[in-house]
Every structure is written in C-alpha cells, then in structure tokens.
C-alpha cells in the first residue's frame, strides 16, 4: 500500500520467573520525610500524614486548610485524594479521626506539640513574615497585642500583605483575635 514503512512489530520477551526479579519488600517501618515518626506499613506516607494532622486536631475545629499545614500539605487533588481514601477506608469521618483512624496510626504517635517546642516546629513551616508576626505575638506572653502596633513592631504597615499573613495566622489558630479587641498568640503556646 504506498510507500508506507513496514514498522516490524515488537515482541514482548517472556522471561522465566527465576529470572524476574521480586519486587522488592516493604520494611516493617519507614520513616516520614519531615518527623522520624514511624509509618505503619498499612499507611501510605501521604495518609499517616494527614491521619498523624487531624489526631493533633481532634480536640480543635478543623479546617481543610488547617489540616492541610499540620499534614505539610496544601489543599490540592493529592491531599483531597488521600483525604478522600482516609474517608473510604472509615479512618476518617467528615473531618475528624475515627477510632479506627487513631488504631490505624499504631499506639505510640506522639502528641501534637506544645509551648516552645510548638513554636519551634512551626518556625521552619511558616514563611519570614509570619514568623516575624508570630514571635511580636510571643513577646507579648499571652497579651493581646492592638493590630496597629503589631504591623510597626513586626516591621510592616497595615495592608493587604499584612492583613493576609495575619489571616493565615488567624485561619491556622495560632493567631486569635481581630482589629477590635487586639490579636494575641493562641494559649497553646504558653503551656508547658
């Protein structure tokens, strides 16, 4: 038929299952990519992350973007995948941990941190002006801190930049409060 080119076809080669190799074994445990906390084999990274996220929230009111940051995620297709398996697999029901969920994290899941140790791990998670933000509210030991003076002492005027990382604080509850009454560093902070 025409000048096509004959294109000979490829023939998959059959080996002998001596000679393929297994696939290799799972380790009983791996270790995440941001604690040294342990994954049970049953859990993908992805799902003991966020799993390990909504067990720090369990006694909070939990936001899919609040979720999102304690598992080291945005909300996006992959965290709304894992999610959504969570959910499936009954480990998660709406957005809190079930009993299964915590079951399924093995016994000795270390607790959300608290006090300085809190502050500490949130200093790498969180951008250069939330942490400058952050650490005029921990000066202030608890005490709510009037908007305007919390912008010039944290380096920056009242504006849409400003208002916005002060937002994010807000929404992730490290930060509470509001223009009225002053915006303080949540209590958690100050426990020890």
Known sequence: RGNSPIVPKLNATRYPSSVVPEPPQRSRVVKSPT???DIPTSLKTA????LRALFWLKDEET???KVAFYANYTVNGHFNNTLG???SAGLVAGWQITTNGIDALGGDVEEKPTGPELREWLREKLSAPHNKIL???MDAQGVAVPVTELASRAG???NGHFNNML???RTLNIAQGGAR???RANPVFFRV
Request: hydrophobic share 30%; glycine share 8%; net charge negative.
């Open 135 to 137: 650490d005029v509210l």
């Open 156 to 158: 920056y005027t009242i």
């Open 167 to 169: 937002g994010k604080l």
């Open 47 to 50: 799902e003991f992350r966020v």
């Open 63 to 65: 936001t899919p973007d």
């Open 181 to 183: 009454d002053g915006v």
């Open 85 to 87: 398996q969570l959910r």
């Open 35 to 37: 604690q040294s906390q």
